[in-house]
């Protein structure tokens, strides 16, 4: 490409791109397709001579805009709801440009150097101590699976060596979980060889919190039986309903047991930037290591996922190699290369985004839209509750909203009642939210996450369910 062409293309992208923003409210949240709509559309080989950029961006608008859920639509409440932002996307772009792997220092010392400044800019805005030492990765997922295996690293049998399989010497090693943990902890024990059977869920109290005392007992009779328990994965912000679980209670029990404690706060970590929400991460003073997403509340596009952890020793260890020839550097020695804390070598220069994001909106900017999103929560959560139609499922410590429409007689579960709701809504465009199951009850999740919600979006949503509602039963 000319650099001629290449300006002249990156210009009409950027327009492209403030108009899709200029309209998104316009546009369904939820693409009213069908599974292989839009495969059946694109041809099924690539093509054999290059096409224009223009002719690209035309298919875009025309094929893949139109398949795409917009998670940045300010209606979009589902999930986590999240965004991206202005500066985050120019971030996106550098990172595009330079594109730096960062698997040494010397491969890019911006991104190493960076990622660690950066990191400790936002651990000092979450009040974390300086025993807490970051690292990306792309998602909490990846996070929380590295977090693990430098926990199995600090219980000393030597897996890294010899695995686990065919070892009678190595007793059963244990996880726990409160059973409202994200599932991707199970998925990290799958993959570590650990094994399903590995974890223990333990019981939630009516709150959606781990009940600590149960997790003592549980970590007790695994010992009596003969396991070894190393670690407790507590959660700050739950998926289902942003429970928060008591870290303060779960701390003794772990230290007790000289256990690992892995905070998975993958969600609600951003809102600890805010003074008045700072208790949230109480306890985690004495935490291993956390798990934080930019990527979902502090307007990172997708993937940056930040993981603390006070023992990058064991992190290293679990991980590093003699590096061979090809890998070796003078100053290998004296600095910290990212590929020593996982299983990937290559690294993407994430931590472009992020700065640009913390510069662009300051610690008091970011904490500002967190502060509103809450309120906004409290609010529609106020208008729940104050209605003989909704009930809410769940409290609202931050900006999810766990509701259902009441139903009208006690013999009805509200199955149907609340199955109708949430697909009249997602189907109607305007909005989208998700769904979980709250005491064996569907229960419709609005999460408050997006840089461009606002109240009216909120009333609208508001409005939209009581619509729907009225529709059904009439
Ligand atoms: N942990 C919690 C509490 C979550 O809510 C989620 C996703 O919503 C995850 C982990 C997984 O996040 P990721 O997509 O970054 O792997």
Excluded at 21 to 43: H, S, Y
Excluded at 129 to 134: L, Q, T, V, Y
Excluded at 212 to 237: M, Q, S, W, Y
Excluded at 440 to 467: C, F, M, P, Q, Y
Aim: net charge negative; glycine share 6%; proline share 5%.
């Amino acid at each position: 490409m000319s650099k001629e062409d290449f300006r002249r293309l990156g210009h009409d992208l950027i327009d492209w791109i403030a108009d899709y923003f200029d309209n998104i409210d316009e546009r369904p949240v939820l693409p009213a397709i069908q599974p292989g709509d839009l495969k059946a559309k694109l041809p099924t080989v690539a093509p054999a001579h290059g096409e224009s950029m223009e002719k690209i961006i035309e298919d875009v608008d025309r094929l893949i805009v139109p398949a795409l859920t917009h998670w940045c639509h300010p209606s979009f409440f589902a999930y986590f709801a999240t965004s991206t932002s202005a500066p985050g996307i120019f971030g996106e772009l550098l990172t595009a440009a330079f594109d730096n792997k960062a698997m040494l220092w010397r491969t890019s010392p911006a991104s190493t150097e960076l990622e660690e400044v950066v990191l400790d800019w936002l651990r000092q805005m979450m009040g974390l101590d300086k025993g807490m030492h970051g690292i990306i990765y792309d998602t909490a997922s990846v996070s929380s699976l590295h977090a693990i295996a430098a926990a199995r690293e600090g219980v000393e049998q030597r897996i890294r060596e010899e695995g686990m399989s065919g070892r009678p010497d190595l007793p059963l090693l244990r996880v726990y979980v409160s059973e409202h943990s994200h599932n991707s902890i199970e998925k990290a024990v799958i993959t570590l060889g650990l094994g399903q059977r590995s974890l223990r869920k333990i019981p939630a109290d009516k709150q959606f919190r781990m009940d600590a005392r149960a997790l003592a007992e549980a970590i007790n009779e695994d010992k009596r039986n003969g396991h070894i328990p190393f670690c407790i994965v507590a959660t700050v912000g739950t998926t289902s309903t942003s429970s928060i679980d008591p870290v303060r209670e779960i701390i003794p029990i772990g230290e007790e047991h000289a256990m690992w404690l892995h905070v998975d706060a993958a969600y609600a970590g951003s809102a600890a930037i805010v003074p008045e929400f700072r208790h949230i991460l109480d306890g985690c003073e004495r935490a291993d290591s956390i798990v934080t997403n930019p990527h979902k509340w502090l307007f990172t596009p997708f993937d940056l996922s930040v993981l603390y952890c006070r023992h990058m020793d064991l992190l290293k260890r679990a991980f590093s190699l003699v590096p061979p020839e090809y890998l070796r550097t003078p100053e290998q020695d004296k600095v910290r290369s990212g590929s020593d804390y996982g299983i990937q070598l290559g690294r993407r220069f994430r931590a472009l985004k992020l700065w640009m994001v913390m510069r662009y909106f300051g610690h008091e900017g970011l904490a500002a839209r967190i502060r509103e999103h809450c309120r906004l929560a409290r609010l529609f959560a106020a208008w729940v509750d104050e209605s003989p139609d909704w009930e809410l499922m769940a409290p609202v410590p931050l900006a999810l909203v766990c509701f259902r429409a009441r139903p009208k007689s006690e013999s009805d579960d509200g199955e149907a009642l609340n199955q109708g709701v949430i697909e009249r809504v997602n189907a109607s465009g305007r909005a989208l939210l998700s769904q979980t199951r709250l005491n064996d009850k569907l229960t419709l999740r609005l999460s408050i996450g997006n840089i461009r919600t606002t109240e009216a979006h909120v009333r609208d949503i508001w409005k939209l369910l009581n619509e729907q509602l009225a529709i059904i039963i009439m």
